[in-house]
């Protein structure tokens, strides 16, 4: 089991900045990748962004060049970065840490935060 411990959300302006972070029970680099998802009311919950242990990153299209997802090794945390903010950005954001489980991967979830942004 991975407890992951999100914090950073909150109300923001059209074309601001926040940072979304999140710490997991465990040490990053025994997980398979972290990532964050978010999901908008009437809405599937998508991904926005993953960051496996090789230091490999993903990102929907919807934030290429907006959101960036880094890691912090001394501190074990997972941040989201997130600038030029755009209210379809808002929804609830999740952190995500997969962890191998040969043949299959085990999918763990936070709490959620909610972003805001309002025009």
């Known amino acids: 089991q991975v407890q992951l411990v999100e914090s950073g959300g909150g109300l923001v302006q059209a074309g601001g900045s926040l940072r979304l972070s999140c710490a997991p029970s465990r040490s990053i680099f025994s997980l398979y990748a972290m990532g964050w998802y978010r999901q908008a009311p009437g809405k599937q919950r998508e991904l926005v962004a993953t960051l496996r242990s090789g230091g490999i990153t993903n990102y929907a299209d919807s934030v290429k060049g907006r959101f960036t997802i880094s890691r912090d090794n001394a501190k074990n945390t997972v941040y989201l970065q997130m600038s030029s903010l755009k209210p379809e950005d808002t929804a609830v954001y999740y952190c995500?840490?997969?962890?191998?489980?040969?043949?299959?991967?085990?999918?763990?979830w936070g709490q959620g935060t909610q972003v805001t942004v309002s025009s």
């Open positions: 995500n840490a997969q962890e191998s489980a040969i043949p299959t991967i085990l999918n763990y």
